[in-house]
């Protein structure tokens, strides 16, 4: 017996060794400016985004969650349909051109205006552009305008990228593999306070391109905790999407109530 754990004790003393400081690749990156080209190249692979999946936010006044169809077409069409366990809608919401339209079944309302971030978030929970909602979904992220420094992360073994303007320093962890420089996290920190911070996993194949399987977007002056995951063979990208995706009607007879942020 006393041998028997000697040798597990050896093992796990073995195996946590074996999770010390990762070195950087051979063919690491030195120029920052080319590593960032090189990722939104990868993320330019994705044109269009045909997903399902579940979404569940854990905010403090409300609580949303179950199945959830996406279609994404960059830079800024898109449309959530959230469904029930039982299959049926229970809410729609579509933007393009800079409108928006949202069917809440649950409430009986139809909402229509601007495709604000505050309108955007009214059922997916993220208060951001429409058109950063749409890259966050296929693996992006919005950047500020800033000077980039590069370092290596021997702890997550990944480029650590960070930007910083005036008031605002956004870290970007992207791993190292060539062939999909997988955006692993974005933190923007403006003023001293978190303003987002979101966690790609999980990323594969899907058609031509790598997407991440989920999703996690904090935002904690907003009340926003949300977790999205896709399914595992639910994520098509490239695809045609129908004409009339981005387009809401209102059901016959159904009062529209106009929408804004302000």
């Not at 070195?23 to 990156?29: F, V």
Request: overall charge neutral.
């Amino acid at each position: 017996m006393r041998r028997l754990m000697a040798a597990s004790l050896l093992a796990l003393s073995t195996a946590a060794l074996g999770c010390g400081p990762v070195p950087p690749p051979a063919d690491a990156y030195e120029n920052v400016s080319d590593l960032l080209s090189d990722m939104s190249a990868a993320r330019a692979a994705v044109h269009s985004l045909r997903a399902s999946g579940r979404i569940d936010h854990f905010g403090k006044d409300q609580r949303v969650q179950g199945a959830v169809y996406v279609f994404a077409q960059l830079p800024d069409a898109l449309r959530v349909d959230l469904v029930s366990p039982l299959g049926s809608s229970l809410a729609v919401l579509a933007a393009q051109k800079g409108q928006f339209a949202m069917h809440d079944v649950r409430q009986g309302r139809f909402l229509r205006g601007p495709a604000q971030p505050c309108n955007i978030a009214r059922l997916i929970q993220i208060p951001l552009p429409v058109e950063d909602v749409v890259r966050l979904l296929a693996g992006g992220t919005p950047l500020i305008e800033g000077t980039p420094t590069l370092s290596w992360d021997k702890n997550e073994g990944a480029y650590s990228v960070l930007i910083e303007d005036k008031e605002a320093k956004q870290t970007l962890l992207i791993g190292p593999d060539r062939r999909v420089l997988p955006l692993l996290r974005s933190k923007l920190v403006r003023r001293g306070e978190v303003a987002f911070d979101i966690a790609f996993e999980r990323w594969s194949p899907a058609g031509a391109a790598f997407v991440p399987r989920e999703i996690r977007v904090k935002m904690p002056l907003k009340d926003v905790d949300l977790l999205l995951r896709y399914d595992s063979d639910g994520v098509e990208v490239d695809v045609k999407l129908p004409q009339d995706a981005f387009q809401l009607a209102a059901p016959s007879g159904m009062k529209i109530e106009e929408v804004t942020c302000e």
